[in-house]
């Protein structure tokens, strides 16, 4: 039933998707009948079976595997790629309102949701050949399962240990050898890392003329698929994280790993490129899974200030508790309406650098307030995990930190604010 219906929104939305400019959308009630489906779809799944298990897999640190096989029956485990390749073939918004709602239901999946589809399938489906989308994205979007009856899920290795947001210091190496290279190095914070049957990583050609200074130190790292099963592939240990504790966060560590020169995504030196570009779609993933904490926060933070008696009558009924609940959904609908202007734009392949860089970081301070001002109208009820108020606080913290902190965020969108006034003016 549920693959049915992610056919039946693939079969609607791919006719025009490519072809037609969308006019903006700021209401629910205004999206088109495909995106309205997407949403209720979404909306039904979290709140059945997300939701009501949520605190068990983050207390139990316990990897979703059951409802992230469900997610690929939706269509959600491939929800951007070609059907030549398996995919759902949606856009980008139907991409931002499923993972606000999925998210809203557990955050958890929804960052295995997003570092799937927009860090690992993007890259490869944007700049792979042929042969690698088939190899390592038709397997990948929900419909084969490895020998253990696993799903096949992939993960993106950027960050390192000694390099953060800097993204160009990559240390990682790749060593040419005839019709291999040799991968050597370690990647850091990378989420899907226990799950992963593929990786992508960015590293330094290590037989190419580049240097630690200026531009060319960006034109010497190039981006390749990874075999999480290659010989001298291992994984560190899982981190014990403050949230999103159901998903698994872990390094990637290689030693003389040996892969196919066919594994190359895009071309020689183009691997800074890619990532950047990878990471302006990541961010209006980011946004939507704040989005869906910030939602959480609001849901609970509502239902039990009717429901809570203080003085008489219900604490909604107090100023204080009304201005804390006004102040989190306007910041919560304000930064949606950046998410879905970026996902748009995307859509209708504009640029939108600056504008996915200021839905993530509208969304995810959204998200952190949200989740503190529920814990202040829950007071005391907030601070125990009988409620899911800390829950949400605990998971909204790190989308303020990764694919680029809110300070990285301010630079991208100040960089291309200053570059705009000196071009024009």
């Given at each position: 039933m549920r693959l049915s219906l992610a056919r039946q929104l693939h079969s609607k939305l791919t006719p025009h998707a490519s072809r037609t400019v969308r006019r903006q959308y700021t209401t629910h009630s205004q999206l088109p009948s495909e995106h309205q489906m997407v949403y209720d779809m979404c909306r039904k799944f979290a709140d059945e079976e997300l939701a009501p298990?949520?605190?068990?897999?983050?207390?139990?640190?316990s990897f979703p595997r059951e409802a992230v096989d469900k997610l690929a029956e939706l269509g959600l485990m491939g929800i951007n790629c070609s059907s030549d390749h398996n995919g759902s073939e949606l856009d980008a918004l139907s991409y931002a309102i499923a993972m606000e709602e999925i998210s809203r239901g557990c955050a958890s999946v929804g960052v295995i949701m997003s570092a799937h589809n927009s860090l690992?399938?993007?890259p490869i489906d944007a700049f792979g050949s042929d042969a690698l989308k088939e190899e390592y994205i038709t397997p990948f979007t929900g419909h084969e399962k490895d020998d253990k009856g696993e799903l096949k899920i992939g993960c993106f290795g950027l960050s390192e240990p000694g390099n953060g947001s800097d993204a160009g210091a990559a240390s990682t190496t790749a060593k040419d050898d005839g019709d291999e290279w040799?991968?050597?190095g370690t990647k850091a914070w990378i989420t899907n890392a226990h799950e992963a049957k593929a990786a992508i990583r960015d590293t330094t050609i290590s037989n190419?003329?580049?240097?630690?200074?200026?531009?060319?130190?960006?034109k010497g790292i190039s981006?390749?698929?990874?075999?999480?099963?290659?010989?001298g592939f291992s994984l560190g240990a899982k981190e014990d994280k403050l949230g999103i504790r159901a998903s698994s966060t872990a390094n990637l560590?290689?030693?003389?790993?040996?892969?196919?020169k066919s594994n190359l995504i895009g071309e020689l030196g183009q691997g800074f490129k890619i990532a950047m570009q990878t990471l302006d779609g990541g961010r209006i993933g980011v946004a939507g899974q704040a989005l869906g904490i910030a939602s959480a926060s609001i849901d609970c933070a509502v239902k039990y200030a009717l429901e809570r008696n203080a003085f008489g009558k219900p604490i909604s009924q107090l100023q204080s508790i009304q201005n804390m609940i006004s102040k989190m959904v306007v910041a919560r609908d304000?930064?949606?309406l950046l998410t879905w202007r970026a996902a748009l734009l995307k859509d209708n392949k504009e640029k939108y650098t600056r504008e996915a860089a200021m839905a993530k970081l509208a969304a995810s301070e959204a998200a952190t307030m949200c989740a503190h001002q529920a814990i202040q109208v829950l007071g005391g009820m907030g601070y125990v995990s009988d409620m899911p108020a800390e829950r949400h606080y605990r998971?909204?913290?790190?989308?303020?930190?990764?694919?680029?902190?809110s300070e990285i965020q301010h630079l991208v969108i100040a960089g291309d604010v200053l570059k705009e006034y000196k071009q024009n003016y």
């Amino acid at each position: 039933m549920r693959l049915s219906l992610a056919r039946q929104l693939h079969s609607k939305l791919t006719p025009h998707a490519s072809r037609t400019v969308r006019r903006q959308y700021t209401t629910h009630s205004q999206l088109p009948s495909e995106h309205q489906m997407v949403y209720d779809m979404c909306r039904k799944f979290a709140d059945e079976e997300l939701a009501p298990n949520a605190a068990k897999w983050d207390k139990d640190h316990s990897f979703p595997r059951e409802a992230v096989d469900k997610l690929a029956e939706l269509g959600l485990m491939g929800i951007n790629c070609s059907s030549d390749h398996n995919g759902s073939e949606l856009d980008a918004l139907s991409y931002a309102i499923a993972m606000e709602e999925i998210s809203r239901g557990c955050a958890s999946v929804g960052v295995i949701m997003s570092a799937h589809n927009s860090l690992y399938l993007y890259p490869i489906d944007a700049f792979g050949s042929d042969a690698l989308k088939e190899e390592y994205i038709t397997p990948f979007t929900g419909h084969e399962k490895d020998d253990k009856g696993e799903l096949k899920i992939g993960c993106f290795g950027l960050s390192e240990p000694g390099n953060g947001s800097d993204a160009g210091a990559a240390s990682t190496t790749a060593k040419d050898d005839g019709d291999e290279w040799i991968i050597n190095g370690t990647k850091a914070w990378i989420t899907n890392a226990h799950e992963a049957k593929a990786a992508i990583r960015d590293t330094t050609i290590s037989n190419l003329e580049c240097t630690l200074n200026g531009e060319k130190r960006h034109k010497g790292i190039s981006a390749f698929v990874v075999p999480t099963d290659a010989p001298g592939f291992s994984l560190g240990a899982k981190e014990d994280k403050l949230g999103i504790r159901a998903s698994s966060t872990a390094n990637l560590i290689m030693d003389n790993v040996r892969i196919p020169k066919s594994n190359l995504i895009g071309e020689l030196g183009q691997g800074f490129k890619i990532a950047m570009q990878t990471l302006d779609g990541g961010r209006i993933g980011v946004a939507g899974q704040a989005l869906g904490i910030a939602s959480a926060s609001i849901d609970c933070a509502v239902k039990y200030a009717l429901e809570r008696n203080a003085f008489g009558k219900p604490i909604s009924q107090l100023q204080s508790i009304q201005n804390m609940i006004s102040k989190m959904v306007v910041a919560r609908d304000s930064a949606r309406l950046l998410t879905w202007r970026a996902a748009l734009l995307k859509d209708n392949k504009e640029k939108y650098t600056r504008e996915a860089a200021m839905a993530k970081l509208a969304a995810s301070e959204a998200a952190t307030m949200c989740a503190h001002q529920a814990i202040q109208v829950l007071g005391g009820m907030g601070y125990v995990s009988d409620m899911p108020a800390e829950r949400h606080y605990r998971d909204a913290r790190i989308t303020e930190i990764y694919e680029g902190t809110s300070e990285i965020q301010h630079l991208v969108i100040a960089g291309d604010v200053l570059k705009e006034y000196k071009q024009n003016y």
